[in-house]
């Protein structure tokens, strides 16, 4: 029986590859411009770390963990998340002894046990990013800032920045008691999940989907009304540094996020382009998490791209697919000798050439370079070699020109120079002629 990837897990094959470098460079030039610095993680831990970091009572620690024994016994989970094995690294390494400021960031996939379905699945990227060390809402403001302007140099449109305060664990408890106490009034419109999470985590039942469970929400009280002065005036000043800095966002009182370790400022970028799954990224700060995990009392903020996500949303004109520079296309003999040393040139140049390697005829090998998208077809021909010429073809505009081999790969370079520009800004491949 031939095998199968497993459900929630996906290939990502070269003809999407250049969207996901694409990204990933972007990212990398952004966070970096910004201060920030890469830091790679294990994708396994102790199960401990992120029973701890992200609390129990949540979707992901309750039911969507890869959790395994291991030979020695150890109870180990395969990363759900970054942050808190971001929060162990820092710890672990006692980067604060360095510098109490830990700008971070970190790519890479993650793994939880969801129902697949477009959108979701279980197997996942992310781009994180956190900042360790400071509370000052300025901090908070300089991460969104660097999202949206990453989300826009990526080419996303029709985003919307919502925000949002959860307070902290001084105020949120009685705002905790006050929402379950009106939504155990409705507690028979809610959902077998949202019963259970009426005891264990009733801000919980705002991410559910279900219809009653929505409408029993509706009118809840909201959390803003219940922070304390000291959450109120962070808040406050993280609104005032956004809007310093040009940024729209909207107000939605309902986004809790689904982790516990949140703390004061929470924030999404929902997309209208996408479907029921429609958040992009989504992130905050967490004053608590360091502590959870048995640390330094160490506050922190930083948010996740779910690149799938981000990907599906690329603009649709631009065109992230390497194409062959040139196609060699050697008629026998002597030529198929040239066409080997040549290839092998042109490679060291950095130029992306092909050749046949089955001896087809001109017209099979056109059609492969053809197929292929080559931007130019070389043609070397027995009796053109002998008079040291080879024929270049422009296979968009279709003109040819005979060339002296010993100009060849000067003149190849100058032509394909602007275009090799392009290709290290490849989101203006489509523009080359
Ligand atoms: P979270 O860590 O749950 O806050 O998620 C951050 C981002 O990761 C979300 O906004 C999504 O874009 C993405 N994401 C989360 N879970 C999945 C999943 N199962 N499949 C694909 N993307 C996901």
Redesign the pocket.
């Known amino acids: 029986m031939e095998i199968k990837a497993i459900r929630g897990f996906n290939d990502i094959l070269p003809d999407e590859i250049g969207k996901w470098q694409f990204v990933e460079k972007t990212a990398r030039e952004v966070f970096e411009g910004f201060g920030f610095s890469e830091i790679r993680i294990p994708i396994i831990e102790r199960t401990e770390l992120f029973s701890r970091g992200i609390g129990e009572a949540t979707d992901i620690v309750e039911k969507e963990m890869y959790t395994f024994t291991d030979k020695s016994g150890n109870s180990l989970t395969l990363r759900p ?1 970054a942050t808190a094995s971001m929060a162990r690294a820092y710890l672990e390494h006692q980067l604060h002894t360095f510098d109490p400021v830990a700008k971070l960031y970190c790519i890479g996939p993650m793994f ?1 046990y ?1 129902r697949p379905q477009k ?4 197997q ?1 990227y ?1 781009i994180d990013a956190e900042v360790f060390g400071v509370d000052n809402p300025m901090v908070d403001a300089e991460v969104i800032v660097m999202l949206i302007h990453f989300l826009e140099r990526v080419g996303l449109e029709k985003l919307e920045l919502q925000i949002n305060s959860l307070g902290c664990r001084k105020c949120r408890p009685r705002y905790r008691e006050e929402l379950k106490s009106f939504l155990t009034k409705k507690s028979f419109q809610l959902c077998e999940d949202c019963q259970r999470r009426l005891e264990t985590n009733p801000l919980r039942i705002f991410d559910c989907k279900v219809e009653t469970c929505q409408k029993a929400i509706a009118d809840a009280p909201k959390v803003l009304d219940f922070i304390d002065d000291e959450c109120q005036n962070h808040f406050g000043k993280v609104k005032e540094y956004l809007e310093a800095a040009g940024l729209t966002y909207i107000l939605n009182p309902r986004m809790v ?3 516990d370790y949140y703390t004061r400022t929470a924030f ?1 970028v929902v997309s209208y382009q996408l479907g029921s799954q429609n ?4 992130g905050g700060r967490y004053d608590d998490l360091f502590k959870d995990i048995g640390g330094l009392d160490v506050p922190g903020i930083g948010f ?3 690149m ?2 981000l990907i599906s949303l690329l603009p649709k004109d631009k065109e992230f697919v390497q194409y062959p520079h040139l196609f060699i296309a050697a008629l026998g003999g002597e030529t198929n000798r040239e066409a080997y040393r040549l290839v092998n040139q042109l490679h060291l140049e950095g130029i992306r050439a092909e050749l046949d390697y089955e001896g087809k005829s001109l017209k099979s090998q056109m059609r492969r370079a053809d197929k292929l998208k080559a931007r130019y077809v070389l043609i070397l021909g027995e009796e053109e070699l002998k008079k040291g010429r080879a024929v270049l073809r422009n296979m968009k505009t279709k003109s040819q020109e005979e060339i002296p081999m010993k100009d060849l790969l000067d003149t190849l370079k100058a032509k394909l120079q602007q275009f090799s520009v392009k290709i290290n800004r490849m989101g203006d491949l489509a523009s080359e002629g």
Request: proline fraction near 0%; charge should be positive; glycine fraction near 18%.
């Open positions: 998340e939880r969801e959108g979701r699945y279980r996942f992310q996020r689904g982790l999404e958040a992009v990224t989504g996740a791209i779910g799938e996500r």
